[in-house]
């Protein structure tokens, strides 16, 4: 039975009158009866004491039962902040493809923030840091506990933050600082981490000084048609048995972690799927979020439409899982092979090759045949529905304490026990040759392939290669590494520093009885699901948490550990496998760590267990062959912001695209951080309104360099009318920033294409 608030007040106020009056009428029967009178005044004190804690509980309670303020068992905050690093002239992080340097902006980058914290103990506390990179980083984790921690001193520190990217291959690149994945950025690029990280700290700033009195729920869905698994001949690999417990080659569940303030009112989630951020293709320039920052941008603008892209309160942080095998291009992997025999047929499944070669074998989003843009406004859209789903559905409560557990593990040649007590080893890092042969989401080149485990000799041009980048394998890492072939034994390679990690960050977070395993690295499929279950029996036969702890995946996390395939998966050297840097016993290896660290996690757990040494600081020797700005300028009779290309006089309609172009200055002398690179503005009143920014998918800006030399570019704005966008009169703004090429003085300034009417 529900009890209204009202009918609680008047309750309340019923009695205090009844007993008042029952207090008076015996008092006057009983004037000769003084020890009658001090029992009853007794009585009524007690009464009065009853009634008064009585209206101060109702104070806090609210209309759906909620206790606030002390009485709540967590407090929660959110926070958001951008962290766009240079949209142009940069090289993109994912697909590895030197011809992938950005042009220009779709959407912006922003990390979200998620605190947790006891509120009957605040400084147990948990950071959840959701970022649009493509994977957590070392250096770039260590940056960001340092400022935090030093901020707040006590409250966050290694073992409780963690930083998890949405792995998505549309952001800048450059940040990481291992060489390897610096290669294709030419080294290390400082404006994308420093962005990261400046954004990244106010997104915690911002959380923290939200933190207030809430409570937390958890749910899960069926989500179909947003992703397939890319290498099912090696999924295959794993026992029949095993199989036989999913329905699928990949995960379709859907967790949801809610956040709700004191009063009932979301404040935001926690979302968890696997999916790779791979809707934008490799031809795409454009810096943008992929689908899982598609779904969040649609999430934070249907529940606050009047604020903009990063602006609004409620948080939505759509996170990765075990990605591994997945994929957004759910329509299948086909031939792109113009005049070929095979062109338009499916690729052949064994190793994605058509025509024996990689190079043509693409994977298709839904809609591939519009944009690659339509395909994650698709594959964005079902996550961002599936986490409705579970927001307007049922939910159990969470409840129990906050706790967190971090420690270092080298995974060069460690040595455990298998369950079955059998000695297993890892290795150091190395890549495979199906490595270079990439995946449908993104082929590889020349005349590598997945699925290439052979023992044989290789190709003798690719030996001397392989020999001449990084260091011979010796013959204990290529027995342990057996059967990959190694490529890039980048674990001896330690020239100009370390190519890959040897030491990786294991991390487990928990809320109650919901467990977050914070893993550095992209689990498969069926990795996941081993992982998942190994430790929730940990759990609870440890009697850490009940039969209702609840598990997911986070990933990859606070070191780039590459990917983590399954033994059997491994011995099929997909691209997956053969991505494992540590060897076969990679997944096994992490299995046994976790475990290890399972009762830090219990509500009276204290103390810090045992760790390996951090890894070494690589940032400081990083090398970068990028060049600075060296000058903007402007054509004769011309002046920055001066338009070259107009709008047209002819009004809008919606569906329609509007653009204007203007003489450009490069956006890397300011990346506006918090700010925008262009504004759709809105006549209102005789005043100009603004309603769209560079944040929102309907808007893109691209700039041109025309003339290196001489410091020539053009800025392009442009927006694609929506449905419902009210008829009136608009312009485009572009907010740009000039570097002098003598001084290096960079002056801003703003120019605005002439008004346009939408009918």
């Not at 052949?348 to 090759?353: L, N």
């Amino acid at each position: 039975m529900l009890i209204t608030r009202r009918a609680a007040a008047e309750g309340l106020i019923l009695f205090g009158a009844v007993a008042f009056t029952l207090y008076m009428t015996l008092c006057a029967h009983a004037q000769d009866l003084q020890p009658l009178r001090n029992a009853m005044a007794t009585k009524f004190n007690r009464v009065v004491q009853a009634f008064v804690q009585s209206v101060a509980l109702f104070a806090l309670w609210s209309g759906d039962g909620a206790i606030r303020g002390a009485e709540a068992q967590y407090l929660l905050g959110l926070g958001t902040g951008d962290i766009t690093g240079p949209v142009v002239e940069t090289n993109m992080m994912g697909y590895a493809s030197l011809a992938q340097t950005d042009t220009g902006l779709h959407m912006r980058q922003r990390s979200r923030a998620f605190i947790v914290a006891d509120a009957s103990n605040p400084s147990s506390r948990i950071l959840f840091i959701n970022s649009d990179i493509a994977m957590g980083d070392t250096g770039i984790r260590r940056s960001i506990v340092s400022a935090v921690s030093a901020k707040y001193p006590g409250l966050y520190d290694n073992s409780n933050i963690a930083l998890v990217g949405t792995h998505q291959h549309s952001g800048v690149g450059g940040y990481l600082e291992n060489l390897l994945p610096q290669l294709t950025a030419l080294g290390y690029v400082k404006e994308t981490a420093d962005a990261i990280v400046q954004g990244t700290v106010l997104a915690v700033e911002r959380a923290h000084s939200s933190l207030a009195p809430g409570k937390l729920s958890l749910g899960n869905t069926t989500v179909l048609n947003a992703n397939i698994n890319r290498s099912p001949s090696a999924y295959l690999a794993n026992p029949a048995a095993e199989r036989a417990q999913y329905q699928y080659d990949q995960d379709k569940d859907m967790t949801l972690l809610r956040f709700d303030d004191a009063n009932g009112n979301s404040r935001g989630f926690l979302n968890f799927f696997a999916v790779h951020g791979t809707s934008l293709y490799e031809n795409n320039t454009l810096v943008s979020t992929d689908n899982k920052g598609m779904a969040a941008y649609l999430y934070e603008s249907m529940v606050e439409p009047n604020s903009m892209p990063g602006n609004a309160t409620f948080v939505a942080g759509f996170v990765q899982s075990n990605v591994g095998d997945t994929s957004p291009n759910t329509l299948g992997a086909f031939c792109e092979s113009p005049g070929k025999p095979w062109d338009g047929q499916p690729c052949e499944v064994e190793h994605s090759t058509c025509g024996n070669k990689t190079q043509d074998c693409h994977g298709r989003g839904p809609g591939f045949q519009i944009s690659c843009f339509e395909s994650n406004r698709i594959i964005g859209n079902a996550q961002f529905e599936g986490a409705k789903t579970i927001m307007n559905g049922g939910r159990v409560p969470v409840s129990g304490p906050v706790k967190s557990v971090h420690a270092y593990m080298n995974m060069s040649f460690r040595s455990f026990n298998l369950p079955d007590g059998t000695k297993a080893q890892t290795c150091p890092p190395a890549m495979g040759y199906s490595f270079a042969g990439g995946t449908t989401d993104g082929p590889g080149a020349f005349d590598f392939i997945q699925g290439d485990n052979s023992s044989h000799p290789q190709n003798p041009f690719w030996e001397i290669v392989k020999n001449a980048v990084t260091s011979p394998a010796p013959p204990e890492q290529v027995a342990c590494q057996q059967p990959k072939p190694i490529l890039l034994n980048t674990g001896y390679t330690h020239t100009p520093y370390e190519w890959q990690p040897n030491t990786v960050d294991v991390q487990m977070l928990r809320v109650g009885q919901f467990v977050m395993l914070i893993m550095p690295g992209e689990l498969t499929t069926m990795s996941g699901r081993r992982m998942r279950n190994a430790l929730r029996n940990a759990l609870i036969a440890q009697k850490v948490i009940g039969n209702d702890a609840y598990v997911v995946i986070a990933g990859p996390a606070n070191t780039y550990g590459h990917y983590v395939a399954t033994k059997e998966e491994y011995g099929v050297q997909r691209y997956e496998g053969a991505s494992t840097l540590f060897g076969q016993y990679t997944l096994d290896a992490y299995i046994d760590r976790y475990t290890q660290l399972v009762p830090y996690l219990a509500p009276t757990a204290t103390g810090t267990p045992s760790s390996d040494a951090a890894p070494a600081e690589q940032t400081s020797k990083a090398m970068s062959l990028r060049t600075g700005v060296v000058l903007d300028n402007t054509p004769i009779g011309k002046k920055f912001g001066q338009i070259s290309t107009d709008v047209s006089k002819t009004p809008y309609k919606a569906g329609q695209k509007v653009a204007a172009s203007f003489v450009g200055a490069c956006p890397r002398n300011n990346l506006r951080l918090e700010g925008t690179f262009m504004t759709v503005d809105q006549q209102i009143n005789g005043g100009w309104k603004t309603v769209r920014t560079d944040s929102h998918d309907s808007t893109i800006f691209e700039w041109k360099r025309d003339n290196l030399v001489l410091g020539y570019s053009t800025s392009t704005l442009s927006w694609t009318i929506e449905d419902g966008t009210p008829a009136g009169t608009y312009r485009l703004t572009y907010y740009g920033d000039w570097k002098n090429g003598l001084g290096g003085k960079i002056t801003a300034f703003t120019s605005s294409s002439s008004s346009f009417t939408v009918a």
